[in-house]
């Protein structure tokens, strides 16, 4: 088929990687324009207009498709169909017309549960047993439209953001590519009512480790926000981001550390298994340890 492709983080490149390899043309790929970036703050291109260009795909990245003018040139592109994955803007209803097939949306939830920015992170905050991948209709509403096809994988234990991400990002490429190419035979099934969930953005406030509360929570919570933007705790007088965590055995004093970097919670424990210090990288709460000479009774800050 020929394609608009319209997307911009790292999750969406597996899936534009995916339909080249399937021999779909890409007439156009739509992004999110440069930002600043770095030290420098010199604008970056996203992933996705980055591989693109490696590709030798034509790229746009319009800060609006408002404008009549943006609508003509999208329809110009005479696409079959859009498939669209954390694009970033709202299409208006002109952009969703415009494909002869329509627009496709790669949603990284069991919709209607987990609508809305932050997905993946919410399922792994709330305790879910399992996620996946929708391919839906898009509409006007958001994450509102029919679904065509769901892949569902489950949640791991110590599974974080990050892990489901990738994870997630391969699921989603095959879905499409298999609803793509069944795209005749399928019946798109509506959202029930029941059951709709929104998945708010993650705010940074969320971020700090509150240790009254339960160590499931401390736990999801954990897991939840790595790699981005990281539950973190005062340790020492400096910020420590936890990247990685387990349910541990223990009780105590909230925040007490009972052996290595298991840290007792409002009820139970959890043993921290990575972490990054202010201004370092990752590294095994093993590595951090040795230099930093935390021994039980020591006491993490909320």
Same mark, same amino acid.
């Given at each position: 088929?020929?394609?608009?492709?319209?997307?911009?983080?790292?999750?969406?490149?597996?899936?534009?990687?995916?339909?080249?390899?399937?021999?779909?043309?890409?007439?156009?790929?739509?992004?999110?324009?440069? *930002?600043?970036?770095?030290? #420098?703050?010199?604008?970056?291109?996203?992933?996705? &207009?980055? +591989?693109?260009?490696? %590709? /030798?795909? =034509?790229?746009?990245?319009?800060?609006?498709?408002?404008?009549?003018?943006?609508?003509?040139?999208?329809?110009?592109?005479?696409?079959?169909?859009?498939?669209?994955?954390?694009?970033?803007?709202?299409?208006?209803?002109?952009?969703?017309?415009?494909?002869?097939?329509?627009?496709?949306?790669?949603?990284?939830?069991?919709?209607?549960?987990?609508?809305?920015?932050?997905?993946?992170?919410?399922?792994?905050?709330?305790?879910?047993?399992?996620?996946?991948?929708?391919?839906?209709?898009?509409?006007?509403?958001?994450?509102?439209?029919?679904?065509?096809?769901? *892949?569902?994988?489950?949640? #791991?234990?110590?599974?974080?953001?990050?892990?489901? &991400?990738? +994870?997630?990002?391969? %699921? /989603?490429? =095959?879905?499409?590519?298999?609803?793509?190419?069944?795209?005749?035979?399928?019946?798109?099934?509506?959202?029930?009512?029941?059951?709709?969930?929104?998945?708010?953005?993650?705010?940074?406030?969320?971020?700090?480790?509150?240790?009254?509360?339960?160590?499931?929570?401390?736990?999801?919570?954990?897991?939840?926000?790595?790699?981005?933007?990281?539950?973190?705790?005062?340790?020492?007088?400096?910020?420590?981001?936890?990247?990685?965590?387990?349910?541990?055995?223990?009780?105590?004093?909230?925040?007490?550390?009972?052996?290595?970097?298991?840290?007792?919670?409002?009820?139970?424990?959890?043993?921290?298994?990575?972490?990054?210090?202010?201004?370092?990288?990752?590294?095994?709460?093993?590595?951090?340890?040795?230099?930093?000479?935390?021994?039980?009774?020591?006491?993490?800050?909320?």
């Amino acid at each position: 088929m020929r394609i608009v492709f319209m997307g911009t983080p790292e999750f969406s490149v597996r899936v534009l990687d995916g339909l080249v390899a399937a021999g779909h043309e890409i007439a156009c790929v739509y992004t999110q324009p440069p *930002r600043p970036a770095g030290r #420098g703050q010199a604008e970056r291109p996203s992933p996705v &207009h980055t +591989r693109a260009s490696a %590709l /030798g795909l =034509d790229v746009r990245h319009p800060r609006t498709l408002r404008d009549a003018a943006a609508h003509a040139e999208f329809a110009a592109l005479n696409a079959d169909v859009a498939v669209v994955v954390a694009y970033g803007l709202i299409l208006p209803q002109a952009v969703l017309d415009a494909p002869k097939r329509g627009c496709l949306n790669i949603h990284a939830s069991l919709l209607p549960r987990w609508r809305g920015a932050a997905p993946i992170q919410r399922a792994i905050m709330a305790g879910d047993a399992q996620t996946g991948v929708c391919i839906m209709q898009m509409e006007a509403g958001l994450d509102t439209g029919p679904v065509l096809m769901t *892949r569902a994988i489950p949640i #791991g234990a110590t599974d974080t953001a990050g892990d489901l &991400h990738d +994870r997630l990002a391969v %699921l /989603g490429a =095959d879905a499409v590519i298999a609803a793509l190419a069944q795209l005749d035979d399928l019946t798109p099934q509506p959202q029930r009512e029941a059951g709709v969930i929104y998945a708010e953005k993650i705010d940074k406030s969320e971020a700090r480790v509150d240790w009254t509360r339960p160590a499931e929570e401390i736990d999801r919570l954990i897991r939840g926000l790595s790699p981005f933007p990281g539950a973190w705790a005062m340790i020492a007088g400096k910020r420590v981001k936890l990247m990685r965590s387990r349910m541990a055995q223990g009780a105590g004093l909230p925040g007490t550390v009972l052996d290595g970097l298991t840290i007792a919670c409002g009820q139970g424990a959890v043993a921290i298994t990575e972490v990054q210090p202010e201004g370092k990288p990752r590294m095994p709460a093993e590595a951090y340890l040795r230099g930093a000479r935390i021994a039980p009774g020591f006491v993490v800050e909320g």
